[in-house]
């Protein structure tokens, strides 16, 4: 193809275009989960990643209006949990501001009092570092206090153009020397 014809592709940096390209980044599915017993809330969120082995660190992105932000300022962290592909309705029901109820899924706390999703592939509970702008959203920085991966047999669940999927298979081909 020429140059010609791939800039004839281009889109217009708008929203809508912004979004439509970057879902065709395949992630996988997290829930963000914060706060003490009784005050409690969680979010699906897939612009998770890992920062840093060491310090251990990691990020994610957090929209500025989230109920989640004051939670995670005031409890001082925040739980990643991985989510498996059986928790696709999790994931749907913590994608919206009339979420579901942590309270009401099946949880245990951390050393620090935070939520862990019980049925979560894997977890990572972080204390919360820095907060970085990040336009719309805020860039959250946490260091790795705790982390598991009691059902890391399990497949994972993946978002992918705007729906949840699940793998299929492995590539054969070896990594590259
Ligand atoms: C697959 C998926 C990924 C999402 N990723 C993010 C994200 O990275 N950051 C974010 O702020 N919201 C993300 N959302 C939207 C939040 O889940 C949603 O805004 C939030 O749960 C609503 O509550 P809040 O507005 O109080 O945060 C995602 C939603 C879905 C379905």
Do not use: K
Not at 104 to 120: M, Q, Y
């Amino acid at each position: 193809m020429s140059p010609q014809q791939s800039s004839s592709q281009t889109l217009p940096i708008e929203a809508t275009a912004l979004r439509r390209v970057c879902a065709h980044f395949a992630t996988g599915v997290t829930v963000i989960t914060t706060g003490e017993p009784g005050n409690s809330e969680a979010a699906t969120v897939n612009s998770f990643t890992s920062v840093s082995l060491d310090p251990p660190l990691v990020l994610f992105c957090l929209h500025r209006q989230s109920r989640l932000r004051p939670v995670i300022q005031e409890s001082g962290g925040f739980v990643v949990n991985f989510l498996a592909r059986s928790q696709e309705p999790l994931a749907w029901a913590f994608a919206g501001r009339e979420s579901a109820v942590v309270e009401n899924v099946a949880h245990h706390r951390s050393e620090h009092g935070l939520p862990i999703l019980s049925e979560a592939l894997a977890f990572l509970s972080c204390r919360l570092i820095e907060e970085y702008d990040g336009g719309d959203h805020t860039i959250l920085l946490g260091e790795v206090v705790e982390l598991g991966a009691p059902s890391q047999d399990e497949d994972p669940l993946i978002f992918y153009r705007g729906a949840m999927r699940v793998l299929e298979d492995e590539l054969s081909g070896a990594p590259a020397a």
